[in-house]
């Protein structure tokens, strides 16, 4: 009976030794992803801005060929936009007077 147990024994801790090297693996592959996760996180935040960046780019783009297109109602759009950009830097000086 005693070489039975220690058979068993012998057999549980070769699994165990099995299982403490898997959990060591899955803890190295889980820093490892979470690496991997936080450059995309920053490249997604970096595309992100780059998109904004670009949308304003195109906006002002539009805003200047509105000027320069000829059409009306472009031209009005424009013009409308400008006014009120106006407006908005006429306020902002006039709180700065106060």
């Known amino acids: 009976m005693a070489e ?23 803890k190295d592959e889980n820093t490892h992803l979470k690496q991997q996760l936080e ?24 805003f ?3 000027f320069s297109s000829g059409s009306n109602e472009d031209a009005q759009q424009a013009k ?4 009120k950009l106006v407006r908005d830097v006429d306020k902002c000086i006039a709180m700065l007077k106060v």
């Open 4 to 26: 039975k147990d220690e058979k068993l024994l012998a057999n549980f801790e070769i699994r165990m030794r099995q299982l403490m090297y898997l959990c060591d693996v899955l």
């Open 39 to 62: 450059q995309k996180d920053t490249q997604v935040e970096k595309l992100s801005s780059e998109i904004e960046e670009l949308k304003k780019n195109y906006e002002n783009l539009k």
């Open 80 to 83: 409308k936009r400008l006014s």
């Open 64 to 66: 200047v060929k509105s």
